[in-house]
C-alpha cells in the first residue's frame, strides 16, 4: 500500500507530493539527505528558513532523524529543526546546542512532553518542544533515549540512566557497567513486564541488564566500539566500526552479517518496515548507505558513497487494511 500524503495550500514543496512509504531520510556530516524513491536517488536539503539574510540555515552534521508523520524532527550540530509538512520545508527549533536525539510522548495530543538528548544534558518541554528546561541530568552528553513508560532510560556519557518519575530524579549507572559512554542502547519491547535491556559502552562491546539498569553483566563484542544496537523479536543486532552482527540468543554469541560490506564500517541501522517486517534493513556507514533484503545477509549500495552516514529515518509503515478492520470491529 503506498501512502501518499497531500501538502496544505500554499506549502512550498521540494519535488511535488510526499510518498511516505518512498521517502526516506540520511544524516551527514555534512547535512541532510532526502531519497524520494526509497534510496535509489538523494537529494541535499539545503538548510532552513529563517536567517535575517534569508540564506537557509545550515544543519551542520546531523545526528538524529524523528519522522512522526507531518512532524519531523531533525538534531543536529547547530541545534534542533523542525518540519511540519512531511520534510518539504524546515524551521529551527528552539534548540541551538548540539542535539543528538528527540523524543516525544507517544501520546502527542494528550501530553505535550518532548524530550531533547543534548551536549548540555537532558532537556524537557511541556510544551510541544517549543521551550526546553533542564532536568537532572546536566553537564553530561546525552546520547540516546528510551521511553517505554513509566519509566525514561538514558544514555549518556557517564552510563545509562533511569528514571521513574519523569526526569525528576535518576537512578544509575547500575553495577557492573563500566565507565565510559553509551552510544548505543536496545530495550525489550516489553519493558515494563520484561525489564531487559543492552548498552553498548565505549569500546567494551556489548552489556545487559535484566533488573532495569541496575545491574549488569557482559554480553559479547568485546573490544568492538558499538554505534548502533536494534532488537527485532528473536535478534539484536548490533553495528561497529568493525563490522555488522546479529545475536540469535540474546547476546551470548554473536555472528557477523558481512557479505558485500567488505571494508564498510558501519554506525547506524534501520528496519524501515518493523516490526511487522523485518528483512529489508538500511545501514549508515562511513561510506554511504547500504541496503539488505534478507534481514542482513548481503548487502548493496544504496548511494551517498562519498558521505559519512551518522543516522537514518523514515516515516512509520502504515498501518494494514486488515489491522484497520480488526480495530474497528
Given amino acids: 500500500m503506498i501512502l501518499l500524503s497531500v501538502l496544505p495550500a500554499g506549502t512550498a514543496q521540494l519535488s511535488g507530493p510526499v510518498v511516505t512509504t518512498l521517502t526516506i531520510f540520511a544524516g551527514t556530516e555534512t547535512g541532510l539527505w532526502r531519497s524520494t524513491d526509497w534510496g535509489h536517488r538523494w537529494q541535499r536539503i539545503e538548510g532552513a528558513s529563517g536567517a535575517s539574510d534569508g540564506a537557509p540555515i545550515p544543519f551542520g552534521a546531523v545526528q538524529s532523524i524523528l519522522a512522526l508523520g507531518p512532524r519531523v524532527y531533525v538534531g543536529s550540530e547547530t ?3 523542525i518540519s511540519d509538512d512531511f520534510g518539504q520545508t524546515w524551521k529551527r527549533g528552539a534548540l541551538t546546542v548540539p542535539v543528538s536525539a528527540v523524543l516525544p510522548s507517544r501520546y502527542p495530543q494528550s501530553d505535550p512532553t518532548v524530550f531533547a538528548a543534548t551536549s548540555a544534558g ?4 511541556g510544551d510541544g518542544g517549543q521551550t526546553f528546561a533542564a532536568t537532572a541530568v546536566r553537564d553530561t552528553w546525552v546520547h540516546r533515549l528510551e521511553w517505554p513508560g513509566p ?3 538514558v544514555a549518556t556519557a557517564r552510563g545509562v ?4 518519575d519523569g526526569a525528576t530524579t535518576f537512578q544509575g549507572p547500575g553495577a557492573g557497567l563500566p565507565q565510559g559512554e553509551v ?3 536496545a530495550l525489550s519491547s516489553y519493558f515494563i513486564v520484561d525489564p531487559v535491556l543492552f548498552a553498548a559502552v565505549g569500546a567494551t562491546g556489548v552489556h545487559r541488564s535484566s533488573d532495569g539498569g541496575a545491574t549488569w553483566k557482559p554480553s559479547g563484542l568485546e573490544g ?3 554505534t ?3 532488537w527485532l523479536g528473536p535478534f539484536l543486532y548490533a553495528a561497529s566500526e568493525r563490522g555488522f552482527f546479529r545475536s540469535e540468543d540474546a547476546g551470548r554469541t554473536w555472528a557477523p552479517l558481512g557479505e558485500g560490506l567488505k571494508g564498510v564500517a558501519p554506525v547506524r ?11 529489508e534493513a538500511f545501514l549508515g556507514t562511513a561510506q554511504g548507505v547500504y541496503r539488505t533484503a534478507d534481514g542482513g545477509m548481503r548487502w548493496e549500495p544504496a548511494g551517498l558513497k562519498d558521505e559519512k552516514v551518522l543516522c537514518i529515518g523514515t516515516f512509520p509503515p502504515p498501518v494494514r487494511e486488515q489491522n484497520q478492520k480488526n480495530r474497528r470491529r
Avoid: I, K, Q
Avoid at 537532558?122 to 518541554?125: C, N, Q
Fill in 228 to 230: 548502533d544496537l536494534v
Fill in 79 to 81: 541545534g534542533l529543526f
Fill in 269 to 279: 541501522v534501520l528496519f524501515p518496515l518493523a516490526p511487522e517486517s523485518g528483512a
Fill in 122 to 125: 537532558l532537556l524537557r518541554s
Fill in 183 to 185: 552510544r548505543a542502547m
Fill in 224 to 226: 568492538h566500539s558499538v
Fill in 151 to 153: 519509566a525514561l532510560v
Fill in 161 to 164: 540512566l533511569v528514571s521513574n
